[in-house]
């Protein structure tokens, strides 16, 4: 392939491990990426790769991460950013990856989200199965499982059954280690500068991330103090100016609460939780 002619405003399908040796040393600008994570999803081949749950296996994993991040590496360009999705599982071995490859670890922003699901072994029912018990069916589950993607069969149909041995009936309730996952790391990477940040930006045309550029909202924040209430030598004798709009943080939050909260919840009730939301996320 060509650079830049067959690169640009494309979607490339292939390794990237390939086709990165066509990009130039020193070429892009920003890397954002969403690698597979090493957790063996759903048994899918594209994450299951080197996968197991031996330490022998995570380390599998993190040197082949490692070898992706020296290549990314060498084509961005000095002083410039990479942000990097990883597993809630699996993300420490991605740091150390993306650190050993010669990045530099910034900051790791959290990602908040409200459309997971869990995904846990019911233990009652491995009990009643290991028994070799037929659980009675008392009903169909209100919610089947299913998406409109090709991870499950949409509207599968989901049976509620009720334990069927004493063992059962004891770890009722009980599940394997699979909490409802909510929030997901993105790693927030820095090529080193050649020199200064001022001088890395005259030599390279990149340098650091436009914070202006990435305020939130155009109202005008009033000059404070900085302290605090508990421990008022923290900071104290700081003082923040006033300025527009708020800078952006290591957070970010889907809120779906416009869709979610069309009923059951008055104007002004909506009103406050935004405020509160915009105010403090």
């Known amino acids: 392939m060509k650079w830049p002619d067959d690169f640009i405003n494309k979607v490339i399908c292939g390794d990237c491990l390939e086709v990165m040796k066509d990009i130039p040393d020193n070429s892009i600008d920003t890397i954002i990426t969403d690698p597979p994570y090493g957790i063996g999803f759903m048994g899918k081949e594209w994450d299951n790769f080197k996968y197991d749950r031996s330490i022998n296996g995570l380390l599998g994993f993190q ?8 290549e990314m590496l060498r084509i961005n360009r000095p002083g410039g950013t990479m942000l990097i999705f990883g597993g809630t599982r699996t993300w420490h071995r991605l740091t150390c990856a993306v650190e050993d490859a010669g990045w530099i670890i910034k900051d ?4 908040l989200y409200g459309s997971g699901f869990p995904k846990a072994t019911d233990i009652s029912k491995q009990i009643d199965k290991i028994k070799g018990v037929e659980r009675e069916i008392v009903g169909k589950h209100p919610n089947p499982a299913g998406s409109k993607g090709n991870t499950f069969t949409l509207n599968q ?8 041995t004493p063992e059962a009936q004891l770890w009722d309730g009980w599940k394997s280690h699979g909490l409802k996952p909510s929030w997901e790391p993105i790693l927030l990477c820095m090529k080193p500068n050649e020199g200064s940040y001022a001088e890395n930006a005259l030599e390279w045309g990149v340098a650091g991330l ?3 550029g990435g305020r939130i909202g155009n109202e ?9 209430a508990v421990n008022t ?8 100016p006033e300025h527009t709009g708020r ?12 869709y979610q909260l069309k009923s059951g919840i008055t104007k002004e009730q909506k009103k406050k939780l935004m405020d509160w939301l915009y105010e403090n996320t």
């Open 157 to 164: 149909e989901c049976y509620l059954t009720k334990p069927a």
């Open 63 to 70: 040197n082949w991460m490692t070898e992706i991040a020296k």
């Open 247 to 258: 800078f952006p943080a290591n957070l970010v939050i889907s809120c779906h609460c416009d």
């Open 220 to 228: 005008t924040i009033p000059a404070q103090k900085r302290g605090n």
């Open 108 to 111: 790791t922003i959290m990602w």
């Open 233 to 240: 030598n923290f900071m104290s004798g700081g003082f923040t």
């Open 210 to 212: 436009n914070i202006d």
